[in-house]
Nanobody, 121 residues
Framework: QVQLVESGGGLVQPGGSLRLSCAAS????????MGWFRQAPGKEREFVCA????????DYADSVMGRFTISRDNAKNTVSLQMNSLKPADTAVYYC??????????????WGPGTQVTVSS
């Protein structure tokens, strides 16, 4: 029943912007900290950022700090990722998931389809 659907990816030029969205259902979204992860071809999945369930406290990987902004709307069960000043290194499939710190919850196994972000000239 747990379902996460990411959207908003696409092709953008270096320096451009994209806004990703994650629609959640099937669990108590508002009581879980949520995060974004990404996986580039040939690389392991990596942490991008997270936002707490209670006070909107955020955490960003050094590689995206100052460029990306995570937010959530508990009334809509969504978490968003505003990405600015995009770089080719940001190219990856982006996924959202409930988190504990910088890791997805150990029991989480309902990854969504992800959304492709390609930064290229």
């Amino acid at each position: 029943q747990v379902q996460l659907v990411e959207s908003g990816g696409g092709l953008v030029q270096p320096g451009g912007s994209l806004r990703l969205s994650c629609a959640a259902s099937g669990f108590g979204f508002s009581t879980y900290s949520m995060g974004w992860f990404r996986q580039a071809p040939g690389k392991e999945r990596e942490f991008v950022c997270a936002i707490s369930w209670s006070r909107g406290i955020t955490d960003y990987a050094d590689s995206v700090m100052g460029r990306f902004t995570i937010s959530r709307d508990n009334a809509k069960n969504t978490v968003s990722l505003q990405m600015n000043s995009l770089k080719p290194a940001d190219t990856a499939v982006y996924y959202c998931a409930p988190v504990n710190g910088r890791n997805p919850l150990p029991s989480f196994g309902s990854w969504g389809p992800g959304t492709q972000v390609t930064v290229s000239s």
